[in-house]
């Protein structure tokens, strides 16, 4: 006796597609919780000084899918630094392109000077980007996917 799909293909599709958000969901969520503990930890670094606060603004987060983005940090202002939150925002944005499929968190120090400040030996993402690297690996494993 063959064997006989009862299940009209549409419940099937409905039903697989229904299980993709849900996992897309989940894996958006725990990269926002990944990237709000890397900004904190970015964010709490006090091994440089940020006398204008336009690098400390510069820091944040967007998460894409597919190329779109979903979500992001609110680069907060620090001190007087609105154009290095704008700049953080903008440069986080235009590095999303360069990740057209999946999810990407993509975590930033839009400042232009913020690579010459981490050559100096300070910590402007370091901290952030080992976290990220332990975090990451360990709330995957907790989804089981």
């Known amino acids: 006796m063959p064997i006989r799909q009862t299940t009209p293909q549409q419940e099937i599709d409905a039903y697989m597609a229904e299980q993709i958000k849900r996992i897309e969901y989940a ?4 990269m926002q919780y990944v990237g709000e503990r890397c900004l904190i930890a970015a964010r709490k670094s006090k091994s440089y000084r940020d006398i204008t ?4 603004s510069s820091v944040g987060y967007v998460i894409s899918v597919d190329g779109n983005i ?7 202002t620090v001190k ?7 700049e953080g925002y903008e440069y986080a944005c235009s ?3 360069q990740f057209p499929q999946g999810i990407c968190l993509i975590v930033v120090a839009g400042k232009n000077y913020a690579q010459y400040v981490t050559a100096k030996g300070k910590d402007v993402l370091d901290s952030a980007e080992l976290l990220a690297e332990q975090l990451v690996p360990k709330m995957l494993s907790k989804l089981k996917l």
Do not use: I, P
């Open 70 to 76: 979903v979500n992001s940090s609110d680069f907060d």
């Open 27 to 30: 894996l958006v969520r725990t």
């Open 80 to 86: 007087n630094g609105e154009s290095g939150a704008k």
């Open 95 to 97: 590095l999303v392109s």
């Open 53 to 56: 606060g336009n690098l400390r």
